[in-house]
């Protein structure tokens, strides 16, 4: 039976917590805890006298004290440990500091801060959080899972940590994301924390610096691949549909090829989407459809250079194939717009390297027939930006400084309003700064990144520097589909996400004005999408719900808001 419980509302007072726990049992459970804010009643019931200091505060004084602690921390990496310390001991606390300082904050909890904190992990790990499922307990999961504190969980993000953001193998350290992400659940769309649940697949870690840690605190393997992973993964999917059978699964950081085959192997198995395929894919095509709109020339028009094609490429390039179709495209127009790379250069007709999902974007060698190249093997970025007249320049690569200066100048030259997303995380993974693009465009660019970067100056103006951060997409989505009980996720769910962002864009009332909002409206563009998610849900016959003119009214009753209610005490 669960510890503690949240009464309805009556027509005489508010809601309350009802819970059967007192003393430091109480104090110790971050979902409860209200540290010097419980009030002298409370402290009465509780047994709390002794346990807390005196001093009887409130909500607004616990976020300035936390803040005044925060702001003395001189490391990005400081303030995330500080931050998740936070969370493990007053999860209210911890949404209420962000909700009042979201801008400042969300590179705190999440990129990039995040990238060292997963490198870091077994220095700062104290508390448990979420789920580390290892492969030697892989005949355990179903026990795993099935104590009462999990009773409520609605909704899941895994990873097996193989690809953490452009920095490569973390083992169980990639339990940072899991948790990052659903604190932005919480944070941007206020998913109720105790409806999430991060979950790492620990299969072992490549990473031999990890191996040879002695305070590593994940398996230390070799990583399991081939078809005991594969069977790992099942395992693991199926006790949770016996669990949950409702229950939303998100897939992050897994390795491209694994990323691509999991979400085509079970997305119409259950309610599930990966973030790094159709997040990044959704907020890259948001972003572009407002840069679209501010340079000037439609979608139809504009030639895409794609500068990596993993599992995040393929998926930012197909989605934007489908709006160009939806702009009046044919499939084998559309096609045309697009030169993609991968490791070895323009994925080409009997190129090297070239995997299956690349293949619907390889160039035919007459495309190419007659180009003036560089060198004599391989077609670079530079050949293609030089010969194809590149319009837009995105980067999914974490290959720092990518896109260099004569390439950029060269795209400048061609194109009055060169549209170009460096979107690699962390920061030292970007293929440029947005200080250089805009430096050696004249200001033209319209740049787009996906970690943040400070405003820069441009002839005595700053210009605000968009964030294409994920996180504009998937807390609103996974509300969406929560409210909606969908039971699957649907392309058109992704692609009304999409349109739902893109028409927050303050760029479409004035081209001068910032691609996205800022990070400061994230709540208000969560539920907007949300909304919109839930409604194509229910136009697909996907969705559980079936009257459209409650849907506002439900969103609203469903999201949790980081405010203390009075408890009273189940005996």
Known sequence: MPASELSKPTAAAGPVVRTRLSGIDLLLDPALNKGTAFTEEERDLFELHGLVPPHVGTLEDQRLRRKMVLDSRPTAFGKYSNMRDLQDSDETLFYSLIAHNIEELLPVVYTPAVGEGCQRFSEIWRKPRGLFIS??????????????????????????????????????????????????????????????????????????????????????????????????????????????????????????????????????????????????????????????????????????????????????????????????????????????????????????????????????????????????????????????????????????????????????????????????????????????????????????????????????????IAQVNNSYIFPGLALGILVAHAGRVTDNMIMAATKALALLSPAREDSSKPLLPPVSDSRRVGLYVAEAVARQAMADGVAQIENPETLQAQLRAYVWEPVYLPYERIE
């Open 135 to 464: 492969y030697p307990n892989r005949n355990r999961i179903d026990q795993i899972l099935s104590h009462a504190r999990y009773e409520d969980v609605r909704c899941i993000v895994v990873s097996d940590g193989e690809r953490i953001l452009g920095l490569g193998d973390q083992g169980a350290g990639g339990m940072g994301i899991p948790i990052g992400k659903m604190a932005l659940y919480t944070a941007l769309a206020g998913i109720p924390p105790e409806h999430c649940l991060p979950v790492l697949l620990d299969v072992g870690t490549d990473n031999q610096a990890l191996l040879d840690d002695p305070i590593y605190i994940g398996w230390q393997h070799k990583r399991v691949r081939g078809q005991e992973y594969d069977d790992f993964v099942e395992t693991f999917v199926r006790a949770i549909e016996r669990r949950w059978p409702n229950i939303l699964l998100q897939w992050e950081d897994f390795a491209g090829a694994n990323a691509a085959r999991l979400l085509e192997r079970y997305r119409d198995q259950l309610c599930t989407f990966n973030d790094d395929i159709q997040g990044t894919a959704a907020i890259t095509t948001a972003t572009l459809l407002a840069a679209v709109n501010a340079a000037g020339p439609p979608l139809k028009e504009q030639t895409i250079a794609l500068f990596g094609s993993g599992a995040a490429g393929v998926g930012i390039a197909n989605l934007l194939m489908t709006a160009m179709q939806a702009a009046g495209l044919s499939e084998e127009q559309a096609r045309k717009r697009f030169y993609v790379f991968n490791r070895y250069g323009l994925v080409i007709e009997g190129g090297q390297g070239t995997r299956p999902s690349q293949l619907p974007f390889a160039r035919k060698r007459a495309d190419v027939a007659g180009w003036q190249l560089s060198g004599a093997q391989d077609i670079s970025l530079l050949d293609v930006v030089r010969n194809a007249k590149v319009t837009v320049l995105a980067g999914v690569s974490a290959q720092a400084g990518a896109f260099t200066e004569e390439i950029v100048r060269e795209m400048a030259r061609q194109t009055p309003r060169p549209i170009i997303f460096p979107l690699s995380n962390p920061t030292s993974c970007a293929e440029a700064t947005p200080g250089d693009l805009l430096r050696w465009t004249d200001g033209r660019a319209l740049v787009g990144t996906g970690s943040p970067f400070a405003p820069v100056e441009v002839n005595g103006k700053l210009i605000r």
